[in-house]
DNA sequence: ACTATTGTATTAAGCGCTTAATACAATAGT
DNA sequence: ACTATTGTATTAAGCGCTTAATACAATAGT
């Protein structure tokens, strides 16, 4: 199935974002094998070079590993995914609150939203 | 002082964004005059068309009101000021327990992290 | 040894975003 | 009535992103 892109941020960002996801949610494990740029790309439907790029910038973070002529596969250092994993979390905590306080929205007013809405997931 | 940009969206959907936030912050209040297209264009540094675009769609969804030659401002109508800021507040929200979700956290987990975060910004 | 598969690189085209320059119509303010 | 200011429109250029087509080097797997 083709992935799921937003059109206001270039896709290759997005596909980083995506694979960056799936390996700390654990649906890549460490050490598992990827799809070879074609395939992968071909799932994504998208062009083998926009994900070339993302795969670029995922190994050069460490994320990935790439074995010139036998694919690619994820790293096996499970330190270097969690405290990836952290640091991209806590972004997302930081930018979130942010935006929430640029909204004129109070800390206990932001917090009590969230749990209005998780509260309504439950259901 | 020009505002502030990421690299990875497009610009002129930052500025509605922007804008918007300011509206719902009442850093803009309702039936306040906006500086001109120019002017403000010039104050976010960036092109009078790139600003124009923006606002053009900000009055689309109503925010903001158009008089031919003297100028925009804000709506008056406050209902629709705080539907708009609740449904983006509701939106940014499940984006972000969304993304939370997919990197494997918990809701409980997500949300102890956050209450972490907000003691830390205490300080 | 051969072959298919791997990552990698290059070129050209199309598209949207952004800027710059310029012009026009309408009217608020004098 | 005049003038400066307003929003609006148009054209051209440059840039990054994406795709398509193609080719090459290296090697795992047989």
Chains 1, 2 share one sequence.
Not at 23 to 40: N, Q, T
Not at 96 to 105: Q, T, V
């Amino acid at each position: 199935m083709p992935w799921d892109f937003k059109s206001d941020r270039p896709i290759y960002t997005q596909l980083i974002e995506q694979i960056e996801l799936k390996i700390f949610s654990g649906e890549y494990p460490p050490g598992a094998k990827l799809p070879s740029v074609r395939d992968i790309a071909q799932e994504a439907s998208v062009n083998p070079n926009t994900m070339q790029r993302a795969l670029a910038k995922l190994e050069e973070d460490g994320l990935v590993i790439t074995h010139r002529t036998s694919g690619r596969s994820i790293t096996e250092d499970i330190e270097l995914i969690k405290k990836a994993k952290n640091q991209l979390a806590k972004q997302q905590i930081a930018e979130f609150l942010e935006k929430m306080k640029l909204m004129g929205f109070e800390k206990t007013e932001t917090l009590a939203l969230i749990t209005d809405m998780l509260e309504e997931m439950k259901k």
